[in-house]
């Protein structure tokens, strides 16, 4: 698993929160931010058979139902992130398999963040992994996968259930923010 090569370093305790410039106090490090060489790492395994990611990565799942429009379900709620939930659309599903496939045969590098996460870019699609959820990949971003927040994302949830802007996802919307409800119904039409 990740950080298992090396003993893990403290952090001096602290009572001040960690603040990021362009982000609310309190909410983390942003996504765009946050990375560390992701431009730089490309697939990885350009010469044939080239070993290239660390053997950890071989056991790696891939993300979650809750991260796949075509399986998300507003009455079967599951968990939502405080602060970022990413999303992969159906157009992409194909390509997100074949991006597994590639990281558990150890054909991409795995970049090591400031924050000891790690993070596998395929093309422009990057995935990362959380220390909260040993063994398993998230999407993090590239085409064919959207950042929601909260609101954005129960709303997206909603659509999918109500299959679109119908009268009764309306309702179940709720007490849903408007402005909360337009980038999910893009990414629904989208989709």
């Known amino acids: 698993m990740p950080g298992s090569e090396q003993p893990a370093t403290e952090q001096p305790a602290t009572d001040e929160p ?16 946050a990375l560390v060489n992701v431009g730089d790492v490309g697939t990885g395994g350009e010469e044939e058979g080239e070993i290239v990611g660390p053997e950890w990565a071989a056991e790696l799942k891939k993300p979650g139902g809750r991260h796949y429009l075509s399986k998300l379900s507003h009455s079967k709620a599951g968990k939502v992130d405080p602060v970022v939930n990413t999303v ?36 422009d699609r990057s995935y990362e992994t959380k220390w909260n959820s040993p063994g398993k990949l998230f999407p993090l971003s590239g085409t064919g996968f959207y950042a929601l927040n909260p609101q954005e994302y129960k709303a997206l949830r909603i659509y999918r259930e109500y299959d679109g802007d119908t009268e009764m996802a309306r309702k179940v919307l709720g007490r849903i923010p408007l402005e909360a409800r337009v980038k999910p119904l893009h990414i629904w039409e989208e989709a």
Do not use: N
Request: hydrophobic share 45%.
């Open 88 to 123: 992969i659309v159906p157009a992409v599903e194909e390509k997100v398999k074949a991006d597994m496939a590639l990281i558990r045969a150890r054909k991409v590098a795995a970049v090591e963040r400031k924050d000891g996460r790690y993070v596998f870019t395929v093309e």
């Open 18 to 33: 960690v603040e990021y410039p362009g982000t609310p106090a309190g909410q983390g490090a942003p996504i765009a931010t």
